[in-house]
């Protein structure tokens, strides 16, 4: 079984930059792709960025791309994104997400264990 625990979320002015954390628990991490989906209110949940077991793809959303960074440690069972440039249209609820895939790849992963989110809000 695997938990995740996203961290990190917060109020931040345009143009700043924030770094949100995904803790997990249970022993297969590094074997585990990962990926950072978010929600505004009124919308569906969207993809951000994903990145397979060893960190070595990476996948993002073309409305955050150059501006997201997702990286991984495994020694620590952790993931990050770092972001920058905050737009107010970045505000919404992130979610972690990951799904035991042990492949190269990032797309079409079926993501089937989620964390419970948190909050992200730019003002302009």
């Known amino acids: 079984q695997v938990q995740l625990v996203e961290s990190g979320g917060g109020l931040v002015q345009a143009g700043g930059s924030l770094r949100l954390s995904c803790a997990a628990s249970g022993p297969t991490f590094s074997s585990l792709a990962m990926g950072w989906f978010r929600q505004a209110p009124g919308k569906e949940r969207a993809f951000v960025a994903g990145?397979?077991?060893?960190?070595?793809?990476?996948l993002y959303a073309d409305s955050v791309k150059g501006r997201f960074f997702i990286s991984r440690d495994n020694t620590k069972k952790a993931m990050y994104l770092q972001m920058n440039s905050l737009k107010p249209e970045d505000t919404a609820l992130y979610y972690c997400?990951?799904?035991?895939?042990?492949?190269?790849?990032?797309?079409?992963?079926?993501?089937?264990?989620w964390g419970q989110g948190t909050q992200v809000t730019v003002s302009s």
């Open positions: 990145i397979n077991w060893s960190g070595g793809s990476t």
């Open positions: 997400a990951a799904a035991i895939m042990y492949t190269e790849t990032v797309r079409g992963v079926p993501y089937n264990y």
